[in-house]
C-alpha cells in the first residue's frame, strides 16, 4: 500500500437524516462516503487473502463530531486483519 496517500481505509460521514424521514424505511443517518482506488484494490487483496469465498469481515470505527453544518459522525472501514501472535511471555520459556 502506498503510504504517502492520505486516506488507507473507507470513509463516511454520516449526518442526521430524521428531519427528512417521511416514511419508515427512510434512513436515520445518510452521507458522503469516500474511497481511494488503492484503497479498493487492498479490499480485493484482503478478499481473496480472508475471505471466506462470499464475504470479508470488516472492521468499522466512528467518531461523533461537531461540523459547520451541525453533529456528524465520522465512520472508518477497513478489513478486519488477524491479531498478530504476541511473544510468549518470559515464565513461558523452558530454561
Do not use: N
Not at 442526521?16 to 474511497?35: E, L, T, V, Y
Not at 463530531?65 to 501472535?85: A, L, N, V
Amino acid at each position: 500500500m502506498d503510504q504517502t496517500r492520505k486516506d488507507d481505509r473507507a470513509l463516511l460521514w454520516m449526518f442526521d437524516a430524521k428531519k427528512d424521514k417521511k416514511h419508515d424505511k427512510m434512513p436515520d443517518f445518510s452521507g458522503p462516503g469516500r474511497i481511494h482506488k488503492d484503497v479498493l484494490k487492498d479490499f480485493v487483496e484482503a478478499y481473496k487473502e480472508l475471505g471466506d469465498g462470499e464475504t470479508l469481515k470488516l472492521r468499522c470505527a466512528g467518531w461523533v463530531k461537531q461540523g459547520k453544518s451541525g453533529q456528524y459522525t465520522f465512520i472508518t472501514i477497513e478489513p478486519e486483519r488477524p491479531k498478530p501472535d504476541l511473544p510468549a511471555a518470559a515464565e513461558d520459556v523452558p530454561f
